[in-house]
C-alpha cells in the first residue's frame, strides 16, 4: 500500500519527537525540520509499507559471524573477502542473511566500543567488501548506540571542551545516589575523566572504553539519523540496536527500559520504514522474558526480539535430560504480534546470558547448570548488584562444548545432543540464527582467553580457512558432521510452509524425555509435529498421544520414513529430531 511520506512523517514521527524533546523544552518543529531535511534526498514520492506476513518467510535463514572469524593467509584478499568467499561456495543454499557483528573501527569489546561508525574496520575491508555481501546475503548490521569509544572523536572532543562532543556525554556528580540503576557489569558506573571544568564523572554502563551517550541532546539523535541512513544505503536489511534498553538515563530510576527509549524506537521504525519499509529493526535485550517482549511494543517498536530465553532453557533441558521447563516457558510465550516475529538463537558472540532464566529454574537446577558448564570447560561473568553482591550474567562457552555431556557427566553423545539443541531452534516460531561456531562445532578457544584475558573470547575462534577445509574434508571430523547435517535440516526446513516465522504453535504434552511442539501453515495446508529426544536413551512415541489423522499419508521429513496408518509406535533414538508432517514441500 502508498502512501504519502511527508504526510507519515507529521502523523508518525513528530508526535514521537514531541513527546521526547517536548518536556526537556526544546523546539519539536526545529528538531523536526532537521530530521526531515536528513530524509528528504531518500525519500520516494511514495512510501510502501509491507503486507506483515510478506516480511519474511520460512525460507529466511541468518548466519552470526564476526567479519574475521575465517582467515587466510592471502595479502590480496580482505577478512570480509575471505568471509564473502566463504559464504558463496559453502552456505550460499544454506543461510539467506548474515549478521556481520561490528565492522568498524573499534577499541575494545572486539567492535563493540566503536570509535568511527561510518567507516569499516580496514584491517576488515572496506565498504566495497560490506555492499558485496549485502547483494547476496540479507545484511544485518549493528546500531551500537548506547555507547561510543573512549577513542572516538566526540569523546577527544568532550575531555578538550570542544564541541560538538563536549555535550554529547553524561556527566554526573560522584556523590549522587545511583544504587538503583540496573547493572550488566560490574565495574564502577562513572568514569572520572580530566577536562579543561576539572575531572568530570562520565557515565559509562559497559566500562570506561565504553562512554553512554547522552540522548537527552536532540543533536546526538541527528547524528544518529545519519548513520542510520548511511547502513541502509550501504544493504544494511537488518538493524540491530545493541544494548537499546540502556539508552535513557533518569536519575533515581532503574535506567534500563524507561518510556523515552520505547518512544526512540518508534522514531527509529518511523525513519527506517519512510527510507527503506522492508528493512527491520531488531533489539538485542538480554533481560528476563517478560521486559524482553515488551519491545515489540504495540507492533510499533521491534520486528524483531531475541529469544534470549532460548539458550540457556534449551541446554538446561539437555542437561536435565527433561522438557518441563521448555514447556512452561513455550506455554507462556505469546504469539509474536503480526507484523512481528521472534529472532531465535542459541549461541552467539556473547556468553549464554543466565538473567533470562530467573523465575524458571529453581536454584538447584540453577547452580547444576553452572557446574556443568564449568566442568566443560566454561567460565561464568558476573554483575554488580544494587546491594553490592554479584550474580551470574552469562556463562562463557561455545555451545558445542556446553553439550559434552549431561547433569550425570560427560558422555559420547556430543554431536547427537548439539545437533537436537540445533533442530529445536531451528522448528521454533520465529526466525532462526545460527552462530559460525555453532555451524562448524568450534570448541572452546581457552588459547585465545589467555591471550586476551576476556573470558567472552572462549567462543570468538578465528578459523585459518585451509585448516577449516582440512576439517571439512575429512567426514569423521565433528566440523564436516555438523556442517553437513545442519545444512541439509536447514535447506529441509526452508521448503516447509509450517515454519513460517509467524506459523501456529502449540505445545504438545508427551513424557518429560519428549520436548514436542506442532506447528502449522498459515494456509492451514501443513502440518509439522517436531518432537526431539532429549536423553541418551531411545525413547517410545505412542503415536495415539498425538492424534496422527486425517486422508493424507504422514512422514518424517528427517529421517524419510513413512508412518503407516496402525502403526502404534514411533522410536525416537536418544537424541533424534523427527519432523512427522501431514504434506511435503513436494507436494504443496
Not at 51 to 62: A, E, I, K, T, Y
Not at 438 to 450: F, K, M, Q, R
Request: glycine share 4%; charged share 20%.
Amino acid at each position: 500500500m502508498a502512501v504519502d511520506p511527508s504526510e507519515r512523517f507529521v502523523l508518525r514521527v513528530k508526535p514521537l519527537v514531541e513527546s521526547v524533546y517536548g518536556p526537556l523544552g526544546f523546539d519539536s518543529e526545529e528538531i523536526c525540520d532537521r530530521i526531515h531535511a536528513l530524509l528528504a534526498p531518500h525519500l520516494k514520492n511514495t512510501a510502501q509499507t509491507l503486507n506483515p506476513f510478506d516480511r519474511w518467510s520460512q525460507d529466511d535463514v541468518l548466519l552470526i559471524t564476526y567479519g574475521d572469524s575465517i582467515l587466510r593467509s592471502d595479502p590480496q584478499e580482505t577478512p570480509l573477502g575471505t568471509l564473502h568467499h566463504f559464504l558463496s561456495n559453502h552456505l550460499q543454499d544454506v543461510i539467506t542473511g548474515v549478521h556481520i557483528l561490528p565492522f568498524f573501527p573499534y577499541s575494545s569489546d572486539d567492535g563493540f566500543a566503536v570509535i568511527d561508525y561510518l567507516q569499516v574496520n580496514p584491517k576488515l575491508g572496506n565498504w566495497n567488501d560490506i555492499e558485496r555481501i549485502a547483494d547476496e546475503f540479507d545484511l544485518m548490521t549493528d546500531l551500537v548506540m548506547n555507547h561510543i569509544s573512549s577513542q572516538s572523536q566526540w569523546f577527544q572532543q568532550f575531555k578538550q571542551g570542544q564541541k560538538p562532543g563536549c555535550e554529547y556525554f553524561i556527566a554526573v556528580d560522584p556523590e549522587t545516589n545511583l544504587s538503583e540503576v540496573v547493572r550488566p557489569r560490574n565495574t564502577a558506573l562513572l568514569c572520572p575523566v580530566e577536562t579543561p571544568d576539572g575531572i568530570q564523572h562520565v557515565w559509562a554502563t559497559f566500562g570506561h572504553d565504553q562512554i553512554d551517550l547522552n540522548f537527552a541532546n536532540p543533536d546526538v539523535l541527528l547524528e544518529f539519523v545519519g548513520i542510520i541512513l548511511h547502513y541502509l544505503k550501504t544493504g544494511t536489511k537488518l538493524l540491530r540496536l545493541d544494548a537499546i534498553g540502556y539508552l535513557w538515563k533518569t536519575l533515581n530510576s532503574s535506567c534500563i527500559h524507561l518510556q523515552e527509549t520505547h518512544t526512540l524506537i518508534k522514531l527509529i521504525r518511523e525513519i527506517v520504514a519512510l527510507v527503506k519499509p522492508e528493512a527491520s529493526l531488531v533489539t538485542e535485550t538480554n533481560v528476563p522474558n517478560r521486559e524482553n517482549l515488551s519491545y515489540f511494543g504495540n507492533r510499533n517498536e521491534a520486528h524483531l526480539i531475541y529469544n534470549f530465553s532460548l539458550p540457556p532453557l534449551v541446554v538446561n533441558a539437555l542437561l536435565q535430560e527433561r522438557s518441563d521447563h521448555l514447556k512452561t516457558w513455550m506455554m507462556s510465550m505469546p504469539p509474536a504480534p503480526l507484523g512481528c516475529a521472534y529472532f531465535n538463537f542459541t549461541a552467539s558472540h556473547d556468553g549464554m546470558g543466565m538473567r533470562p532464566t530467573e523465575g524458571l529454574l529453581d536454584d538447584e537446577e540453577y547452580q547444576t547448570f553452572l557446574r556443568c558448564m564449568k566442568e566443560f570447560g566454561g567460565e561464568i561473568s558476573m554483575r554488580a548488584k544494587a546491594d553490592g553482591s554479584e550474580s551470574p550474567y552469562e556463562v562463557n562457552i561455545s555451545l558445542f562444548d556446553a553439550m559434552k555431556g549431561t547433569a550425570q557427566g560427560q558422555d559420547e553423545w556430543q554431536i547427537p545432543r548439539f545437533l537436537c539443541s540445533q533442530t529445536i531452534m531451528m522448528s521454533l516460531e520465529g526466525i532462526p540464527a545460527f552462530y559460525i561456531h555453532s555451524l562448524l562445532a568450534t570448541p572452546n578457544d581457552n588459547s585465545l582467553v589467555e591471550q586476551t584475558g576476556r573470558k567472552r573470547s572462549i567462543n570468538r575462534h578465528q578459523w585459518d580457512y585451509d585448516e577449516l577445509l582440512t576439517h571439512m574434508k575429512k567426514p569423521e571430523s565433528a566440523q564436516a558432521i555438523v556442517l553437513q547435517e545442519l545444512s541439509r535440516l536447514i535447506q529441509l526446513r526452508r521448503q516447509q510452509p509450517a515454519f513460517h516465522p509467524n506459523a501456529t504453535q502449540y505445545t504438545l504434552h508427551l513424557q518429560p524425555a519428549l520436548f514436542a511442539f506442532w506447528r502449522q501453515s498459515i494456509e492451514r495446508d501443513q502440518s509439522i509435529f517436531s518432537i526431539h529426544n532429549l536423553t541418551p536413551h531411545a525413547e517410545t512415541l505412542d503415536l495415539r498421544d498425538i492424534n496422527l489423522i486425517g486422508i493424507d499419508p504422514w512422514l518424517d521429513l528427517i529421517s524419510g520414513t513413512v508412518l503407516h496408518e496402525g502403526m502404534p509406535d514411533f522410536v525416537l533414538a536418544p537424541y533424534q529430531s523427527i519432523w512427522i508432517t501431514n504434506k511435503t514441500h513436494e507436494a504443496l
